[in-house]
Each structure stands twice: as C-alpha cells, then as structure tokens.
T-cell receptor, first 111, second 116 residues
Framework: GQQLNQSPQSMFIQEGEDVSMNCTSS?????WLWYKQDPGEGPVLLIA?????ELTSNGRLTAQFGITRKDSFLNISASIPSDVGIYFC???????????FGEGTQLTVNP | EAGVVQSPRYKIIEKKQPVAFWCNPISGHNTLYWYRQNLGQGPELLIRYENEEAVDDSQLPKDRFSAERLKGVDSTLKIQPAELGDSAVYLCASSFRLAGLTDTQYFGPGTRLTVL
C-alpha cells in the first residue's frame, strides 16, 4: 500500500524558534493535510492543501503541497509552549477518499 | 457547532470479551470513518461509510470486527472477541464528501481500548 515517510520523528526546540517538518511519498496524492494531536485527543486539522504548488498559511503555520504531488512540508514560526504535540501529515486521493497518515513528528518546546 | 462525539472515552476489558464503540458525527456530514491508531503511529482506516453504505471496508478484520451505521447518522464499531493486539485508540471521523473530490475529515477524541 501507500507509504508516507514523515521526518523528523521528534524535535526538541526552544520557545521562539522556527521548526520545519516534512512528508514524502513514492505515490502521488491529490490532497495533503496536516493534523496536530494532543495526548488523549483526536487529530485536529491544521491546514489542508488541494493543489500542487499551493502554499497556505494559518497563523504561524505555513504548509506547501509539493509540485511533484509526492511531498509536503509544514513550518511553524516563533514556536510557543502550546505547540507541543504530535504533528501528522496525511495524503488523500480523490478516487477513494482514503487518507494515508505519516507516523508523526513529536514536537517538544522548551520554555 | 458540536464536533464528532465518541463514547466511551476509555474501555478496559479482558481478552475474548466483546466491546462496542459509538460515534455521533458532525451534523450534516454524510461520510463517516473508523480508524485504529496504535501507539506511536498514525491512524489507519478500518471502514468508511457514505450515508448508511459501507463503501470501503477492505482493511476491517471481518472475522472479529463489525460495524454499522443505521439511518446514516450514528455508527457503532464492535469487536468480538477482543484480542490482546486490539489494544489501541479507535477514532471516528466524519466529513461532507462530494463524489470525486477529497474531503476534509474531522476527528473525534477517540476511545482508548486496553485488552488485558
């Protein structure tokens, strides 16, 4: 089946620093989504990307849909303690609406 | 607007016992998903419903797992009998999906199942 490689697996940063994470795939996706999951909660949608090359921002978050449709990145600027959590990328195909998730990036922000 | 509601939030059972999870999707959403999330991994799809029809259940272990979505709204996911390896978080998600387009899925808080 489809596989998503998400990196890094974990990050430890200082408050105020910028952070970048990415996902790559051997398959093409029509949609890239980025979710954040807090302990004991379900994933919460942060940004949705629907077109190759698309660059979208949501506050301090910026994500891009790779031009090859096989990758995406998420940047967080000026990190704050509440950014702590696990970030998942997910690729979607139009035909079946099945999302394939990466394994997550655990972000720790030290105040 | 209320989000996806799931219950119970936590369940501890002994192996070979049955267990059921319930999900109420966001009002107006025609598509409902059940995912399983193992520790340290991303969610994996078990089954997808469009209205009351199961349109993608290829990854549902049908020997012990069953699901239903009567009337195309609420859904239940059942495991009978449960095995140790079923310990995981079971997530429900819903969306409003138009044919041929990728939809945006919204997740519930999940049910954390522990099988002893």
């Amino acid at each position: 089946g489809q596989q998503l490689n998400q990196s890094p697996q974990s990050m430890f940063i200082q408050e105020g620093e910028d952070v970048s994470m990415n996902c790559t795939s051997s398959s093409i996706f029509n949609t890239w989504l980025w979710y954040k999951q807090d302990p004991g909660e379900g994933p919460v949608l942060l940004i949705a990307l629907y077109k190759a090359g698309e660059l979208t921002s949501n506050g301090r978050l910026t994500a891009q849909f790779g031009i090859t449709r096989k990758d995406s990145f998420l940047n967080i600027s000026a990190s704050i303690p509440s950014d702590v959590g696990i970030y998942f990328c997910a690729g979607g195909t139009a035909s079946g609406s099945r999302l394939t998730f990466g394994e997550g990036t655990q972000l720790t922000v030290n105040p | 607007e209320a989000g996806v509601v799931q219950s119970p939030r936590y369940k501890i059972i002994e192996k070979k016992q049955p267990v059921a999870f319930w999900c109420n999707p966001i009002s107006g959403h025609n598509t409902l998903y059940w995912y399983r999330q193992n520790l340290g991994q991303g969610p994996e799809l078990l089954i997808r419903y469009e209205n009351e029809e199961a349109v993608d259940d290829s990854q549902l272990p049908k020997d012990r797992f069953s699901a239903e979505r009567l009337k195309g709204v609420d859904s239940t996911l059942k495991i009978q009998p449960a095995e140790l390896g079923d310990s995981a978080v079971y997530l429900c998600a819903s969306s409003f999906r138009l044919a041929g387009l990728t939809d945006t899925q919204y997740f519930g808080p999940g049910t954390r199942l522990t099988v002893l």
